[in-house]
């Protein structure tokens, strides 16, 4: 999980800079001494944004050893030392370098120097929308064919199952097959694919189950049942399992809040389950891992009780319906699932 925001200057008058809006933005400053290859090798798989103040060149030639992809990299922006331009340089959109530079320019009276050709234009941006919407993208790659049609005057279909209010954006409309997928299941498809994070996955486990035996289950679990595990928001499982290093530990690794209920509250959940009077006998109740995931939802059980090696899954959904908002905010995107 990255945390936070991290700035550097190169001279004394943008050192000044630097520390100014490292006291509005929350940030830190690179220490001085430290050699900014250094700082950026730290600095950029760690933070959200990093914040160069001085010449763009330079920025460029520290990151660039760096740079992976738009779905990760972190927002990137140049300040010049006179306060007069904020320029996003990286990961514009999904990673909010563009949203940074406008609150950037907001505190020193300068101007965000933006380029993404749909900001210019005022044209839907798909990897916005996706980023306010609470979705994962799953082939960023994609991304471009979505803006390029729009950009040249022509419509986008996106393909939605949940509710969306009319209308829909200029040059957008809902249909299928779409230029957009939006769907949990993974799929063959041309079309760039995003996953709703409505998941809530319930677990299951014997005692001592290692963080290994869970992944390799869940990896399996995943691909037989065509889930995109960016659509899992959250986890839950019995409190008995509240010690469970190995559960914790697997929890952590995809950084799911880990919610915990007692027999009695999953005995109280109505519906048809999985039963298995061994684990009645075992801790109190007939099934955890389905009757875990419907109450974390609050929602609809899609996958049933999924056992291998001593470890069971289920999925339920909750309900959702999401919205046309796409224009980006104030602050720099954080990639975290929205917390329920």
Known sequence: MREGVALTAFTERGRALAERLADALGGSLRPEGQPLADWTAERFPTCEALIFVGAVGIAVRSIAPHIGSKASDPAVVCVDETRRWAIPILSGHLGGANAL???????????????????????????????????????????????????RGETAVIDCPYPLPCPAPELVQRGVPGDVLV??????????????????????????????????????????????????????????????????????NHDWPLAFYSAEEL??????????????????????????????????????????????????????????????????????????
């Not at 044209?123 to 996706?130: E, I, K, Q, R, Y």
């Not at 609470?134 to 729009?150: C, D, F, H, L, T």
């Not at 048809?272 to 109450?295: H, I, K, P, Q």
Request: glycine share 8%; net charge positive; with cysteine.
């Open 101 to 151: 530079a406008h609150r950037i320019a907001a505190l020193t009276g300068g101007e965000a120097v933006v380029t993404t050709a749909t900001d210019l234009n005022g044209l839907f941006a798909v990897d916005l929308w996706a980023k306010r919407q609470g979705m994962a993208v799953i082939n960023p790659e994609r991304i471009k064919q979505v803006s390029a049609k729009i950009l």
């Open 267 to 340: 005995r109280d959940i109505p519906g048809d389950y999985t039963a298995s009077r061994f684990v009645e006998n075992a801790v109190g109740v007939d099934n955890v891992c389905e009757r875990a995931a419907v109450l974390c939802a609050n929602g609809k059980l899609i996958e049933k009780k999924y056992a291998r090696d001593g470890v069971t899954f289920a999925l339920a959904e909750r309900r959702a319906a999401f919205d046309w908002s796409w224009q980006d905010g104030e602050t720099v995107c954080n990639r975290d699932r929205p917390r329920r």
């Open 183 to 252: 769907s949990y299941r993974a799929a063959e498809t041309s079309a760039l694919q995003l996953a709703p994070r409505v998941l809530a996955l319930g677990i299951g486990c014997k005692r001592g189950t290692g963080v290994q035996t869970l992944e390799a289950v869940f990896s399996r679990f995943c691909t037989e049942r065509r889930i995109l595990p960016e659509a899992i928001e959250q986890a839950a499982s019995i409190d008995v399992k509240r010690d469970e290093a190995g559960l914790l530990a697997f929890c952590a």
